[in-house]
């Protein structure tokens, strides 16, 4: 399930977008908000405590190296990462610096899944309102369907793929703990950004409130 769940929920975002066209955004950044909250609380409870009892004195540098590294990645991908899509009306390309900062993103989030099943389930959340965002606005731009087609079947490989990688190459194996913390640093760059991004102007209601605190009891309790 590993290797299934963040796929699947890429693939379901994915359809969901193609037939139901969804147009209201607010459901949309209430389902973003529930999942950087548990993406976020998933990070803090259960991966952070563990690359520090290894008493790895450069952790502290890699989670930084991760913060820095998703900031770098962002300037390509304008925020696709967290749900911020631009572009133009027409579309007749892949915008390829967007693939490929997905890509990566996704690819680099598959590393920690090999050993904390839980994770699998927060990266699957947050990819599910990604994808049907994603979707959406390529459908919107009239970007060919069957580029739109090959985008989100590429995006949902990644994740399943870094997660392959991370169990059968030894010298990922070898540098697992200062990957994790990179993986850390991008995963609380992401999940913070969508937390503040997720309504408009950046303030507080009941039913966003309502749902951070159900992705933080929902992390606890796994």
Request: some cysteine; charged content about 10%.
């Amino acid at each position: 399930m590993n290797y299934l769940l963040p796929l699947i929920s890429v693939l379901l975002g994915y359809v969901i977008a193609l037939i139901l066209k969804p147009k209201n955004k607010t459901n949309l950044k209430l389902l973003l908000a529930f999942s950087g909250s548990f993406l976020l609380s998933l990070t803090v409870m259960h991966l952070l405590p563990e690359v520090y009892e290894t008493h790895n004195p450069s952790i502290g540098a890699f989670i930084m190296v991760g913060i820095l590294f998703q900031i770098i990645l962002e300037f390509f991908s304008k925020g696709a990462e967290h749900g911020h899509v631009h572009g133009h009306p027409n579309m007749a390309h892949i915008p390829w610096f967007l693939f490929l900062s997905l890509c990566i993103h996704a690819f680099l989030e598959g590393f920690p899944v090999s050993h904390h099943n839980d994770l699998a389930i927060g990266i699957a959340i947050h990819h599910l309102p990604i994808a049907i965002i994603l979707t959406t606005f390529f459908m919107n731009a009239q970007l060919n369907k069957k580029a739109i087609f090959a985008f989100m079947m590429t995006f949902a490989a990644m994740t399943p793929l870094g997660t392959v990688a991370a169990d059968y190459l030894p010298i990922l194996n070898d540098y697992h703990t200062e990957l994790t913390a990179i993986v850390i640093g991008i995963l609380f760059h992401i999940s913070s950004t969508i937390i503040f991004e997720s309504s408009e102007g950046h303030k507080f209601n009941i039913a966003k409130v309502s749902m951070i605190i159900m992705g933080i009891l929902l992390a606890f309790f796994l």
